[in-house]
């Protein structure tokens, strides 16, 4: 059994599939690693610390070679998997709804390609969750990002020269990512408000200090859907967030944008209008802006100014985390793949139940249901 560990290829990628810490333990099941050289290098982990953890280092092609599991963050281009083994399992976050071309051409490979944002929101696979402990560590980024952007400060001080107050902060999707969002913005001192369309949500928000916003008397009110996320509201209901969150939104100095619905744009949350409401110099960080925005005019991978509000919209934040987003991204991976592991067989055997919501790709089809309905 050989497990493949990729460079990541993508522009601004600078997480790696494994660390030192998995490839011992992927070595410790029997599986010889194989990483390629430098995949660690803008995780800050070198090539001599994965061959002391007992891995080999070569060349992309060496590395694929007989290999029978690949491991990426990202789906790789399929064009530079030349000489990967029909059959052979790739698992990363393949982005299955984004980079559908790149789906077709994995199953034209004879790969088994294995989303794992699709893993199924179950207790047993809470370890095996990217999306959970990307997002967890995106939501205190985001709070720092404003913080960084913003030309005053978080904590109420009184001092000599006189009382600055506290910043007021609005969460709006209060899933993982918003969670953390909270939890740092209250940490570094601010005044933080939230919202969501589950209204389980709302006591998860005051059990960290802060003051949930929710509309309430409206009809199709309940927003949680299958697997905890969230579905797409009535427009009765989304007409009622409006108005509340404009009163709410034009006393904020920071506001954060978590909201998505898997496989759909993420929803609109904050108009133009809205932003033109916001005080000069407040910012807006909207983590939602890879799947279309939740902020009229946030540009991915940049940070614009409308109104006097910055509008913060980076691209894959938790790569600017690398070592800790590493870390966290590698650990599913070798949760995901030990849960599974078979000793006869020598290699991972998977269940139905997670087997059918993760794998995309096999015998040369495309076979997941969410991608074929
Ligand atoms: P997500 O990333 O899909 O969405 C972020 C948040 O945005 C969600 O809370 C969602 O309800 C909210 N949202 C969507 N539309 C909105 C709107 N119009 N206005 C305001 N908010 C809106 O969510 P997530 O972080 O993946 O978490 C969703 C739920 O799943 C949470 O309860 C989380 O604890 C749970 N979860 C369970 C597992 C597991 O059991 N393995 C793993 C991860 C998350």
Do not use: C
């Amino acid at each position: 059994m050989k497990i493949a560990v990729l460079k990541e290829g993508a522009a601004g990628e600078r997480r790696v599939s494994a660390t030192p810490e998995t490839v011992k333990k992927f070595v410790a099941l029997g599986a010889a690693v194989a990483v390629e050289r430098g995949a660690g290098d803008t995780a800050s982990i070198d090539d001599a610390a994965y061959e002391a953890a007992g891995a080999t280092t070569g060349a992309r092609g060496d590395v694929l070679v007989d290999a029978d599991i690949v491991l990426g963050v990202q789906g790789p281009d399929p064009a530079s998997l030349t000489g990967i083994k029909p059959g052979a399992w790739l698992a990363a976050g393949l982005n299955p709804f984004g980079a559908r071309d790149r789906v077709d051409a994995y199953a034209a490979l004879g790969i088994e390609a294995l989303a794992m944002e699709f893993m199924p929101r179950i207790t047993r696979a809470q370890s095996m969750d990217i999306l959970s402990s990307q997002s967890n560590l995106a939501g205190y980024k985001a709070v720092l990002d404003a913080a960084s952007e913003y030309g005053r400060v978080f904590p109420m001080m009184m001092t000599a020269a006189g009382t600055v107050s506290a910043a007021k902060v609005f969460v709006m999707g209060v899933g993982v990512a918003g969670l953390q969002a909270i939890a740092t913005a209250r940490r570094l001192g601010a005044q933080v408000s939230a919202t969501d369309v589950r209204s389980a949500t709302k006591e998860q928000i005051q059990s960290l200090g802060a003051k949930p916003i929710f509309v309430e008397n409206v009809a199709g009110i309940e927003g949680e859907g299958s697997g905890g996320y969230a579905t797409e509201m009535s427009d009765e209901y989304k007409a009622a967030q409006a108005e509340l969150v404009s009163a709410h939104i034009a006393k904020q100095d920071i506001v954060i944008t978590t909201a998505l619905i898997p496989g759909r744009p993420a929803p609109r949350l904050i108009s133009d209008a809205q932003i033109a409401s916001m005080r000069p110099g407040s910012v807006i960080v909207d983590l939602a802006v890879e799947a279309g925005g939740n902020v009229e005019g946030a540009v991915a991978g940049e940070v614009v100014e409308k109104h006097g509000v910055k509008i913060v919209g980076h691209r894959n934040v938790t790569s600017r985390l690398s070592s800790d987003a590493s870390a966290l991204f590698a650990r599913n991976l070798y949760n995901f793949l030990s849960a599974f592991w078979d000793k006869e067989a020598g290699k991972p055997v998977l269940d139905e139940e997670i087997g059918d919501a993760i794998r995309l790709t096999q015998g040369g089809k495309v076979v997941n249901a969410r991608l074929l309905s």
